[in-house]
């Protein structure tokens, strides 16, 4: 089983600056790869919407929503992935979920590939 745990939200004013982390991690023994770690986030009552991701290769995609303002940045090795969020808008004052794409051996040669969310941080942007 592959677990993911964020921390960075909390609350800023208006124009300030956070900084999300979310770390994968599996269970005893468990062999897995992440291909692509991303952010999402989701307002009350709205769908989830896409923040940022970045490959294994580290190419990125952002939302235009965010583009120039938000960093999204990974640490291989740690399985860990960053958001560096600067000028932040009340807009942006919602729970941010932090998804991971995980391959695992299945058997003696095959392997399966799942999503997995972390349980979500909330941002608090005050104007």
């Known amino acids: 089983q592959v677990r993911l745990e964020e921390s960075g939200g909390g609350a800023v004013q208006a124009g300030g600056s956070l900084r999300l982390s979310c770390k994968a991690s599996?269970?005893?023994?468990?062999?897995?790869?992440?291909?692509?770690m991303g952010w999402y986030r989701q307002a009350p009552g709205d769908q989830r919407e896409l923040v940022a991701t970045?490959?294994?290769?580290?190419?990125?995609n952002y939302a235009d929503a965010v583009k120039g303002r938000f960093t999204i940045s990974r640490d291989g090795g740690e399985n860990t992935v960053y958001l560096q969020m600067n000028s932040l808008k009340s807009e942006d004052s919602v729970v941010y979920f932090c998804?991971?794409?995980?391959?695992?051996?299945?058997?003696?040669?095959?392997?399966?590939?799942?999503?997995?969310w972390g349980r979500g941080t909330l941002v608090t942007v005050s104007s």
């Open positions: 599996g269970s005893s023994g468990m062999i897995f790869s992440i291909n692509t």
């Open positions: 970045v490959n294994s290769d580290g190419s990125t």
């Open positions: 998804l991971a794409y995980v391959t695992a051996p299945v058997g003696n040669d095959g392997e399966e590939s799942f999503e997995v």
